[in-house]
T-cell receptor, first 114, second 109 residues
Framework: IAGITQAPTSQILAAGRRMTLRCTQDMRHNAMYWYRQDLGLGLRLIHYSNTAGTTGKGEVPDGYSVSRANTDDFPLTLASAVPSQTSVYFC?????????????FGPGTRLTVL | GQNIDQPTEMTATEGAIVQINCTYQTSGFNGLFWYQQHAGEAPTFLSYNVLDGLEEKGRFSSFLSRSKGYSYLLLKELQMKDSASYLCAVTSNDYKLSFGAGTTVTVRA
């Protein structure tokens, strides 16, 4: 069982380019999340999805978009990357969206925007 | 929104005990989590508290006081592998998880 996988592991991107970070889970979890982690700021929620077909905005959604076409996949797209989006991005999932469930995290994607 | 405070760094000796405090201010409260994160790795779940009191799980214990907006994570019999960041996170009325900046614990021989 893989749990949650993310791709790519790391990426260097020129400013202005479009980039999609991939996230796939095989646990049949209903809820999925995207966080970014920056030094001194902790994990901040970008977007979330309580169930397939629905998405919502987190704390720092500007410049990012997501889709949830099925249960397993939750890609995060940067339409036009900017240097301030340099960060480590973690995808996570939980069995339910009620807030009481443990979240399982993917290994992360380290993104550098130049 | 949520305001979650925890110390930035702590250092302790192998075999000792360390207590990591977390205070929070939130609009509604639906539970508090502690996660462990080793450098360069993903966070992993340690504990969940929703009622006041102490939850014990092996060498790790977590305490919650909802009236004081306060939690702590207690690490006993410290081992070198416990060197990591410990993240306090709170679920509020909107059921989304808000994280503190994390406490980096360094265990020395």
């Amino acid at each position: 069982i893989a749990g949650i996988t993310q791709a790519p592991t790391s990426q260097i991107l020129a400013a202005g380019r479009r980039m999609t970070l991939r996230c796939t889970q095989d646990m049949r979890h209903n809820a999925m999340y995207w966080y970014r982690q920056d030094l001194g700021l902790g994990l901040r929620l970008i977007h979330y999805s309580n169930t397939a077909g629905t998405t919502g905005k987190g704390e720092v959604p500007d410049g990012y978009s997501v889709s949830r076409a099925n249960t397993d996949d939750f890609p995060l797209t940067l339409a036009s990357a900017v240097p301030s989006q340099t960060s480590v991005y973690f995808c996570a999932s939980s069995e339910t969206s009620g807030g009481a469930g443990e979240q399982f995290f993917g290994p992360g994607t380290r993104l550098t925007v130049l | 929104g949520q305001n979650i405070d925890q110390p930035t760094e702590m250092t302790a000796t192998e075999g000792a005990i360390v207590q990591i405090n977390c205070t929070y201010q939130t609009s509604g409260f639906n539970g508090l989590f502690w996660y462990q994160q080793h450098a360069g790795e993903a966070p992993t779940f340690l504990s969940y508290n929703v009622l006041d009191g102490l939850e014990e799980k092996g060498r790790f214990s977590s305490f919650l006081s909802r009236s004081k907006g306060y939690s702590y994570l207690l690490l006993k019999e410290l081992q070198m592998k416990d060197s990591a960041s410990y993240l306090c996170a709170v679920t509020s009325n909107d059921y989304k998880l808000s994280f503190g900046a994390g406490t980096t614990v360094t265990v020395r021989a």
